[in-house]
């Protein structure tokens, strides 16, 4: 089946510095979501996103974070002001009616 | 509120041996649970949704509505079953997916 793409693998930023994480799903699948996973912890959900706007998210995703789908096909998740606490695996995911295809991640070290 | 619990961080067994990765939820409605496992150096990918009902790779997993769980069984563990495993839980079709805190299942030869 297709695969959900991410890019960059890796990213490293200083705290304080602005972060967009690209994920790159099937240009007509309308489900999208990020998840993250702080290292030795639990995957946790983000934000989903259905039909270009936002339709739940938790509270991890406070002012700080934004999603976008700019061109109808990349999916970005944008971290303004990064925290060392934001530190993570970000997961983007696409969702159909059986299952929730991930991407292989980015891992972002704040520094 | 939705939770997932895996009570078993890590798990190990030797290869042949029946394994059984647990997994209880809290959720007030219907939900689907699903377990995902994630190979070394691989992304997340489903194993078992509950609603199939399928075993795949020799895993099984019963909802058990009485005692809120899902556990994963496999009756003789490879050892390339070698992995993290994630219980999962959504309420809705396209609703987010509550993940437990995984357990390493590591199968020695």
């Known amino acids: 089946e297709p695969e959900v793409t991410q890019t960059p693998s890796h990213q490293v930023t200083q705290m304080g510095q602005e972060v967009i994480l690209r994920c790159v799903p099937i240009s007509n699948h309308l489900y999208f979501y990020w998840y993250r996973q702080i290292l030795g912890q639990k995957v946790e959900f983000l934000v989903s996103?259905?039909?270009?706007?936002?339709?739940?998210k938790s509270e991890i995703f406070d002012d700080q974070f934004s999603v976008e789908r700019p061109d109808g096909s990349n999916f970005t998740l944008k971290i303004r002001s990064t925290k060392l606490e934001d530190s993570a695996m970000y997961f983007c995911a696409r969702r159909t009616v059986e299952k929730l295809f991930f991407g292989s991640g980015t891992q972002l070290s704040v520094l | 509120a939705q939770r997932v619990t895996q009570p078993e961080k890590l798990l190990s067994v030797f290869k042949g041996a029946p394994v059984e990765l647990k997994c209880n939820y809290s959720y007030s409605g219907s939900p689907e649970l699903f377990w995902y496992v994630q190979y070394s150096r691989q992304r997340l990918q489903l194993l078992l949704r509950?609603?199939s009902r399928e075993s795949i790779k020799g895993f099984t997993a019963d909802l058990n509505k009485g005692e809120t769980s899902f556990h994963l069984k496999k009756p003789f563990a490879q050892e390339e079953d070698s992995a993290m495993y994630y219980c999962a839980l959504t309420s809705t079709s396209y609703g987010k997916l509550t993940f437990g805190q995984g357990t390493i299942l590591t199968v020695h030869p």
């Open positions: 996103f259905y039909n270009n706007e936002i339709s739940e």
């Open positions: 509950h609603i």
